[in-house]
Nanobody, 115 residues
Framework: QVQLVESGGGLVQPGGSLRLSCAAS????????GGWYRQAPGKERELVAS???????NYADSVKGRFTISRQYGWNTLWLQMNSLKSEDTAVYYC?????????WGQGTQVTVSS
């Protein structure tokens, strides 16, 4: 089992920045992909960014050039640096880790971009 706890969300003005963290515990040795998803009210959960063990990254078109995913070696911590935030980035952000057989989710952290 793997436990994921997100932190770093909050209220920020448009154009501002936030850094989300996802702390992992448990049996993380089998993890091969980590990612961030978000879900806005009335919308489906969507992929924001992901990273593989080999370092390959993938970003949603809407966040390219503004968000950066990174991780601590060994998958202990996953981060999402969010710059130039827009109102449409408002959502609950979830951390997700994957092994070959299992998907793990955190509880989510709220990000609100508003003036």
């Amino acid at each position: 089992q793997v436990q994921l706890v997100e932190s770093g969300g909050g209220l920020v003005q448009p154009g501002g920045s936030l850094r989300l963290s996802c702390a992992a515990s448990g049996n993380i040795f089998g993890i091969n992909t980590g990612g961030w998803y978000r879900q806005a009210p009335g919308k489906e959960r969507e992929l924001v960014a992901s990273m593989s063990t080999g370092g390959r990254t993938n970003y949603a078109d809407s966040v390219k050039g503004r968000f950066t995913i990174s991780r601590q070696y060994g998958w202990n911590t996953l981060w999402l640096q969010m710059n130039s935030l827009k109102s449409e980035d408002t959502a609950v952000y979830y951390c997700q880790f994957r092994s070959y057989s299992t998907v793990y989710w955190g509880q989510g952290t709220q990000v609100t971009v508003s003036s």
